[in-house]
């Protein structure tokens, strides 16, 4: 105010840092100090401390400035140490691992170190910048907490970057905003050291990767394909592949990579495979629309073929486009009914008690059912489930005719979704009990019935023509995808490649690219597929009980299975 104004500047002796701030008039500051006080020259202060409420931290408030005619006497190696110094003072003791600091919190500075994954800045009004250090050991990783002056920051903005190194000195607290635990600093260093050991390939006989996420994949890999490259080079490993999800942006990138090291890259693509080759009709024998047919639903405890039990079977046999017989029974599984199966079947512990078991009644419905065609709404499951149990029972292998209503539906009709009520619906079929499985055998009943009759209008009456009928009629944006490994084994498999990505993208995209098994065929030529991990198809079926001829199809379909590491698919067990 006036004729005075406030002067501010950092002092250091090379053992710490301190805030000098004094009151000068401008115009004797102007004439005699302005030109002198500059980086690096050499003052003598005399002064109070102070907490200064402002800043939050201790100052000086000086009452003399002195210019020193010439430069104080410093320790080269602590000018060096001083220099470096992000905040506070140089300092010195063994780190605390991350992890250790989290678990017990103790009291007093620590030391901690570890790299930079990110930072995250945000302006004070005190002027500064308060800094969020995300710093790992890999022990675990911390929040650290640091005020810092915008001009330390200009200068000592590579020191806080991605990847660099830290060792950091403080308080551990719990921040009163996020809740979290966090170190607030006192003083940042910067370090080297290999904190995390490397890891090496000894094996004398090298793997090959062949299903490999790159940061092109949304969601499901950090490492840049340059880095997944340089890694598997440092391994010693011959080739890698490069399988991004449905993506093949990451080729250009890995190849000049490649170029530099001297190994093989495989492009290839984790795709989202859709089966458009499934049929409506399975094993058929030369059955008519009009001959006899048992359509049947079956209510259980779970989805698991293996551990799970039958608590109902009701079924409708049709001939000749009429019903001509009814079959339906509660089973007693000899286990509790789930809260969850009971909500949904309305399926009591006292409406199955003292029924037949499984092994008494699944006989006396198989003889029932006789030589007919089983029908069923998503058949691989109600088939594959009577099919798991009659094995366990020892009864002969279950190789009737089946037809899928759920697949003749999608080939038949236009819907959003094709649920045995979706279906109901549209074509205006009571279903008053879903859930229950002789409500939902009668209302699957009717739909044959009535899908039938639309197939004999467009004259099909012969269950071999069905699935020709119905195949390229199919919307494949409805179908459940799966994933799958495509490699590219020369230059006309790289082109198909890229077509069926494009194809993928510009035809088949719905939530995913997705690639029918039809056009899969159509462009195979330089091309191998892999069963891929959990989500592929292969390995669905094999968790789901399919049946053997189900799961012989599919491995028939692939050039080869992939069989991952166990950690990979611990999360199911987790789960």
Known sequence: RGDKALLT?????????????????????????????????????????????????????????????????????????????????????????IKTALNEMPKGRIILQGDIITTESRDTRSGRTLMSIYLTDYTDSVTVKAFLDPEVLEVKAGDLKAGRQLRVQGLMEEDGYSHEKVMTAVSIAPFKAQLRPERKDTCEEKRVELHAHTQISEMDAVVSPTDLVMQAYRWGQPAVAITDHGVVQGFPEAMDAAKKCGIKVIYGVEAYLVDD?????????????????????????????????????????????????????????????????????????????????????????????????????????????????AEEMGLPPIQHTVVDTLELGRGLLELKRYTLDAIARHLDISLKNHHRAVDDAGATAQIFLRFAQILEKEGITELAD??????????????????????????????????????????????????????????????????????????????????????????????????????????????
């Not at 701030?21 to 002064?47: D, I, N, P, W, Y």
């Not at 009452?63 to 080269?76: F, K, S």
């Open 9 to 97: 500047f950092r002092l250091t002796d090379y053992s710490s840092v301190l805030t000098v701030k004094a009151f000068v008039v401008l115009k004797t500051f102007h004439a005699t100090m302005e030109s002198k006080l500059v980086r690096g020259a050499t003052v003598l202060v005399k002064g109070s401390l102070q907490m200064d409420s402002f800043l939050q931290d201790i100052v000086l408030m000086a009452n003399h400035i002195t210019l020193c005619g010439e430069p104080m006497a410093v320790d080269e190696e602590k000018k060096a140490a001083m220099e470096a110094i992000i905040l506070g003072r140089p300092f010195q003791g063994e780190a605390v691992a």
């Open 277 to 389: 080759l499934k049929t409506a009709v399975w094993r058929e024998k030369g059955q008519s629309l009009q001959d006899r047919y048992v359509v049947f639903d079956i209510e259980t405890t779970g989805f698991n073929k293996e551990k799970d039990s039958i608590i109902e079977i009701g079924a409708v046999k049709v001939e000749n486009g009429q019903v001509i017989d009814t079959f339906s029974s509660f089973v007693d599984p000899q286990v509790p009914i789930p809260e969850r199966i009971t909500e949904l079947t309305s399926i009591r512990e006292e409406d199955v008690s003292g029924q037949p078991t499984i092994e008494v009644l699944l006989p006396q419905f198989l003889a029932w059912v006789d030589d007919c065609a089983l029908v069923a709404h998503n058949a691989s499951f109600d088939v594959g489930f009577i099919t798991r149990k």
């Open 466 to 575: 069905v699935n020709e009928h119905i195949k390229n009629r199919v919307d494949v944006k409805r179908l459940k995808a799966y994933h799958a490994v495509i490699l590219v084994q020369n230059l006309t498999g790289l082109r198909n490649l890229y077509e069926l990505v494009s194809l993928s993208h510009l035809n088949y995209f719905y939530r995913t690219p997705r690639i029918p098994k039809s056009e899969f065929l159509r462009f195979k030529e330089g091309l191998i597929i892999g069963s891929a991990c959990e989500a592929g198809e292969l390995f669905q079926a094999v968790l789901n009980e399919d049946g053997e001829d189900v799961i012989e199809r599919l491995v028939n379909f692939y050039d080869y299975l992939e069989i991952q590491p166990i950690g990979n698919n611990e999360f199911m067990i987790d789960d």
